[in-house]
């Protein structure tokens, strides 16, 4: 089972980082920017606060589910490295996902992360699969399909 | 959820706890909380950038995060309160599709069609290439190839600009209050934006839809005058909200305030109304009597009815209520239909002269300069070189308009002409800080001109359409992202000044001009970035020293820990006016210094530049909403929910003529443009005027909120030559955006 763990770790932590940080080659680079940090406006925005009204709060960035996921991560000694950036990025939420299964915690504790900080990634996979032109970017959203 | 995991979390259970194992790439991302608990709610007290009052702000802050942001008590311009629109400010700062990171583009190809594919890059390859090619330019070209797009503020960045010897910095002003600004400096003695409402009898408001604006200062000022009994008069083409809340509102033919303020002055000269003790004493009305009376004898209030169709007996009674029941005052200010048609040079000087014959320049219920701290800038605190002449030529053709050459402000309404006809190819380089090509008349023409420039930055907190077209994007820190001393320049008799505390610390990779401004400045001008130890300015230290030298505190954590500081005085008003030579102090209604600069020494009518004929045989009328500010809150998720789109706004007898229903989609049409958007029916708007709001019509992609929300009603709005300006006499070259006439049909 703590294979099956581990592994489960492995790829949560995997996805994270790919939506973290920008493919080497140029074209899979360039579809980085314009779907997520597009100067023109980004079609998939990942940031959890912009996809949830939360308690009627318009789509913003440093909303509640950001207020909630640094409650998270400092429960558990953490804080994200850049400071000024929204903390409920989905690569940060499923890096720090991929560390409570990594230190196997119990399986209350991840449903309640789930239930808090993952149900807004599937409109957010569903558009990134709909936008995606780039070979890279449609198979991340695959592996983020199947996997959550 | 995945039915994969869900079904392994079942079969592992709850109590099975397995050995921690390493997790690559988490480090990367994350470091060990800093400890200590999270920081409560705390108070920071700041101040609004919006619009220019800079209202005093109170905000609430968890965590380095805005909460909550309400009025300061205590601060005279906001009165203790915010309007609609500083209330969502937060709404801005974390706005989800503020700009993040330096960007450049990777396609060559520029067009609005074009994918710029853009990659992130660091600040300092950002600042490099950008100085490359201001370099690179200049060398070849001589500085009259760079364009800067942007007011001159602050400081630093003006210290930068003038340190280049940038001839061709371009602000928005003539669509403002540059025509206030150039008759001020010869009529009154200086610009102000202080209207004393509060001590007013009588305020007269020519166009000047204040209250329908929002603007704090200036609504609570006019709410106080009516209840300490001061009556108030609205002219203006269509029922407002001022309109509503004033005593007495006439509907005008657009564009034809200029007759009515004319035929005020003649009754109130012709019947020797004015104030005598202030005319007699501070004025050259001795001086130049015969000249003036004899000008303004041509202008009857009869004579105006035919104009303006607002009746002679009416216009007489105003003028004669206006000179006998003061203080009065008549406030000219900016895009609020009084001040941009072709004929505003001279409606502005007008409207200054009925001020003058009132006797309330610089008196209680008048037009007064502010008391305010003297802030020094950083050319007093470290005086820099001797600047490099600005060598070169005007592309918008100003130096044709000395008088606002003078005051160094304008001109938008002739850049794209300028580029395009004038000096086509000129320039080379441009820098857009804060800008969008929607403020400017037909924004069309601006991207065609825009396209003609080889290497193009933008700088800005929001993804505006000129990002289209740029070679590199910086992200700009908002008002809410910076520290400053912000004097109150909007009620002031007596200095207060707010700290601009900043509530949050800029976002990803925003900065600040004076960043841009200082690491540019070192690169390419490192003489004039110097402080005289011989080390790089320091903001936070420059910040500190203006505090001081202000008195406002030891430094700026000093300042900023009490929040707000005042010197309270009596007001004493002044004896001496204009500062201009041959002025001998005095306030000038005849001004002899204008013929010298290719302006009338007394305002004459003209008429507006376009009439309604066969072929568009409808005014056409642009306003700002209340919930809006500019072009810059439509993509502000409250103030979008309030006011999402524009319509054209038609009186229901247009409508019934074209068979227009609510709602129904209709084409307007001008000489420039045209633009489709739902009809909004109202009785508020005369028949013969369509009416649209500023703001809106952002392209698509841009914003999510805002992009492709209404229509962009600049399209209709005919840009301009330097030569139309001249020919028609528009010499403090006001931006004629109220100028055009338009047709409309449903669809």
Not at chain 1, 39 to 61: D, H, N, T
Not at chain 2, 137 to 142: A, Q
Not at chain 2, 361 to 376: A, E, K, L, V
């Amino acid at each position: 089972m703590s294979e099956l763990r581990e592994r489960l770790a492995r790829v949560y932590a995997e996805l994270g980082q790919a939506l973290l940080k920008p493919p080497a080659e140029r074209d899979a680079e360039i579809e980085y920017y314009r779907l997520f940090l597009n100067p023109q406006g980004s079609p998939c925005p990942p940031w959890q606060s912009v996809w949830e009204k939360a308690e009627g709060q318009p789509p913003q960035l440093f909303g509640e589910s950001h207020h909630r996921a640094l409650g998270w991560y400092r429960r558990y000694g953490f804080e994200p490295a850049a400071k000024n950036e929204p903390a409920d990025h989905l690569g940060l939420l499923l890096l720090f996902y991929a560390k409570l299964l990594a230190d196997g915690e119990p399986a209350e504790t991840l449903e309640k992360f789930e239930n808090e900080h993952l149900r807004w990634a599937e409109p957010f996979v569903a558009k990134l699969k709909a936008e995606a032109r780039h070979p890279y970017f449609q198979q991340l959203a695959g592996r983020l399909d199947e996997n959550l | 959820m995945a039915l994969t995991r869900r079904n392994w979390l079942k079969a592992t259970g709850t109590g099975l706890l397995a050995a921690p194992v390493a997790l690559q790439g988490f480090e990367d991302y994350f470091q060990p909380a800093a400890g200590g608990a999270p920081a409560g709610m705390t108070r920071i007290v700041t101040a609004c950038g919006i619009c220019s009052p800079s209202c005093g702000i109170q905000a609430w802050v968890q965590d380095g995060r805005v909460r909550f942001l309400e009025g300061l008590p205590g601060d005279v311009s906001g009165d203790g309160h915010l309007c609609g629109k500083g209330a969502a400010g937060a709404m801005q700062l974390y706005d989800p599709d503020r700009l993040k990171y330096p960007m450049k583009r990777t396609n060559p190809r520029k067009g609005l069609d074009e994918d710029p594919g853009w990659v992130r890059i660091s600040w300092t390859e950002a600042l490099d290439e950008i100085a490359f090619r201001m370099k690179q330019t200049v060398d070849n070209y001589g500085a009259e190839a760079l364009l800067f797009v942007t007011l001159p503020s602050p400081d630093l960045w003006a210290r930068f600009m003038n340190a280049m010897g940038v001839v061709n910095r371009i602000d928005h002003r003539d669509e403002c209050f540059q025509t206030d600004t150039v008759i001020q400096k010869y009529t009154t003695g200086g610009k102000t934006w202080c209207n004393d409402f509060e001590n007013s009898k009588y305020i007269l408001l020519f166009g000047w839809d204040i209250l329908a604006k929002a603007k704090l200062a200036y609504a609570t000022g006019i709410v106080k005058a009516r209840s300490n009994g001061a009556k108030v008069v609205h002219f203006s083409p269509n029922y407002t909200a001022t309109s509503r809340f004033a005593n007495e509102w006439f509907t005008i033919k657009p564009g034809t305030d200029l007759a009515v303020a004319l035929a005020m002055i003649q009754v109130i000269i012709s019947e020797n109304l004015y104030n005598k003790e202030f005319v007699d004493n501070y004025t050259n009305f001795g001086k130049y009597e015969t000249e003036i009376r004899a000008h303004f004898a041509q202008y009857t209030p009869e004579w105006a009815e035919q104009i303006s169709g607002v009746k002679a007996a009416d216009i007489r009674r105003i003028a004669r209520e206006f000179a006998a029941n003061g203080p009065a005052i008549a406030p000219a200010h900016k895009k609020s239909l009084c001040a941009n048609y072709m004929n505003s040079s001279q409606l502005v000087h007008a409207i200054s002269i009925l001020n003058i014959l009132a006797g309330t320049i610089d008196r209680p219920g008048g037009r007064y300069f502010p008391r305010m701290h003297s802030i020094p800038g950083v050319d007093a605190i470290y005086p820099p070189p001797p600047y490099p002449p600005k060598k070169g030529r005007r592309v918008d053709g100003r130096d044709k308009l000395p008088l606002v050459n003078e005051v160094d402000q304008g001109i938008f309404s002739t850049l794209a002409d300028g580029m395009l006809n004038k000096y086509p190819g000129m320039i080379k380089f441009s820098f857009w800080n804060a800008y969008t090509i929607l403020g400017f008349p037909n924004p069309p023409r601006m991207v065609e001109a825009l396209k003609t420039v080889d290497f193009t930055v933008v700088m800005d907190f929001l993804p505006t359409d000129t990002v289209t077209l740029a070679d590199i994007v910086l992200p700009s820190a908002m008002y809410l992202e910076g520290n400053d001393a912000v004097a109150r320049d909007y009620i002031a008799k007596y200095p207060q000044t707010v700290a601009r505390k900043a509530v949050s610390a800029p976002i990803f990779e925003a900065k600040s001009i004076a960043y841009v401004a200082i690491e540019l400045g070192k690169r390419l001008c490192p003489d004039y970035f110097k402080t005289p130890d011989g080390s790089w300015i320091n903001p936070a230290t420059l910040l500190d020293e203006k505090v001081k030298r202000a008195g406002l505190g030891e430094n700026f954590a000093d300042f900023a820990a009490k929040g707000l500081v005042e010197k309270p005085q009596p007001f004493t008003p002044r004896t001496t006016f204009v500062s201009v030579a041959g002025a001998d102090g005095k306030c000038q209604i005849y001004v002899p210094q204008f013929p010298a600069k290719g302006a009338d020494p007394l305002p004459k009518w003209i008429p507006k530049r376009d009439q309604p004929n066969d072929i568009y045989p409808y005014y056409y009328m642009t306003f700002i909403p209340a919930i809006h500010r500019r072009n810059t809150t439509e993509n502000n998720s409250i103030l979008h929910e309030i006011m999402p789109t524009n319509h054209a706004i038609i009186n229901p007898a247009m409508a019934k003529k074209h068979g227009i229903a609510e709602g129904q989609k209709v084409l307007v049409r001008s000489r420039a443009g045209q633009i489709e958007l739902p009809a909004h029916l109202s009785e508020t708007v005369p028949p013969d005027v369509v009416m649209v709001a500023h703001g809106f019509g952002h392209v698509s992609r841009a914003m999510s909120l805002a992009g492709g929300a209404g229509a962009r009603d600049g399209d209709l709005i005919p840009d301009a030559s330097i030569d139309d300006f001249v020919a028609a006499g528009n010499y403090a070259g006001a931006s004629c955006i109220m100028d055009a006439v338009c047709s409309i049909e449903p669809l």
